[in-house]
């Protein structure tokens, strides 16, 4: 779900970055492309490994056809009448604040301060058109939910001379289902026995690192964390590990077959306690449920 609606925003985004905000040609010199930004979603596991991923985005790419100029060589080039050749426009408009000046791009000619008898008919006089390009990144091991890795060049193209534009892709990670992260630390909840908790016992835990013993100390109360060092993410551009800390639940059972009540029973008796395990009682309750 997440995935198909952020890979359409992508897109949006892209043709945004491209098409919209008015950022007029500075003086001198081609313009150079625009940065493009898109989404990658990956798990926990690819998160912790570090991961190559293939995605594709509509990236707009320089027109073959007419090698991004937007027009057939041919055509006939005039000056601008909208602008004069200036490639800007000055709007004079008049406010409750008095007159304001405003200068934008000409729309005419987009800024190049010249026009052209015919339009690139691939292009439709942009220079650009949209093609599905297909990436390979490498996505670092440790990288947090959030963070944005940057492909050289693999952005919008510069004009005819100019530096391509670079892809910013922020890098998201899902949401999973045994493990919290916080930083490079992760949180696991481990469900034991009441007698695995009493006489401790090795359990075996399947970290992001493979399995891994886990040694369940005799006497463990519900609700102990233990701390297994380095078995974490890794730490992006540092050294090492964070850790993984276990927070062991002791499970208490809901159906107990007539064994394990009896056995309990004589537990509580040889502790001195009395429960009063009356079937009604509990049947009572049941009942209400
Ligand atoms: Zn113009
Ligand atoms: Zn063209």
């Not at 945004?16 to 905000?21: A, H, K, P």
């Not at 003086?27 to 989404?39: E, I, M, S, W």
């Not at 490994?49 to 985005?57: I, L, M, N, P």
Request: proline share 5%; net charge negative.
């Amino acid at each position: 779900m997440g995935g198909g609606a952020g890979g359409m925003g992508g897109i949006g985004d892209i043709f945004n970055d491209l098409f919209g905000g008015g950022g007029g040609r500075g003086r001198g010199g081609p313009r150079p492309g625009k940065d493009l930004r898109t989404n990658l979603d990956i798990d926990l596991q690819e998160a912790h490994d570090g991961v190559t991923k293939q995605f594709s985005v509509a990236r707009p790419t320089r027109c073959d056809e007419c090698d991004g100029s937007g027009h057939p060589e041919d055509a006939d080039v005039r000056t601008c009448t909208q602008c004069d050749g200036r490639g800007q426009v000055t709007r004079v408009q008049q406010t409750p604040l008095g007159r304001v000046q405003q200068t934008t791009t000409c729309p005419a000619c987009e800024g190049e301060g010249e026009t052209y008898s015919e339009d690139c008919a691939v292009c439709d006089g942009s220079g650009i058109t949209r093609e599905e390009t297909t990436l390979t990144v490498d996505v670092p091991g440790g990288i947090q939910d959030g963070q944005t890795l940057r492909m050289e060049g693999e952005g919008a193209p510069g004009e005819p001379g100019a530096r391509d534009g670079d892809l910013l892709i922020e890098v998201r990670v899902e949401g999973d289902d045994r493990f919290e992260r916080d930083g490079a630390d992760l949180h696991l909840t481990e469900p034991v026995s009441f007698p695995q908790a009493v006489f401790g016992d090795t359990v075996t835990l399947e970290t992001l690192d493979g399995s891994v013993e886990f040694e369940v100390p005799a006497g463990t109360q519900s609700g102990e964390t233990f701390r297994l060092k380095g078995k974490g993410m890794p730490r992006l551009r540092r050294r090492g590990n964070g850790d993984l800390y276990v927070n062991v639940q002791v499970v208490t059972p809901e159906d107990l077959n007539t064994e394990q009540r009896e056995a309990l029973e004589a537990f509580a008796e040889a502790g001195g306690e009395e429960i009063d395990v009356s079937e009604g009682f509990f049947e009572k309750i049941k009942n209400s449920l």
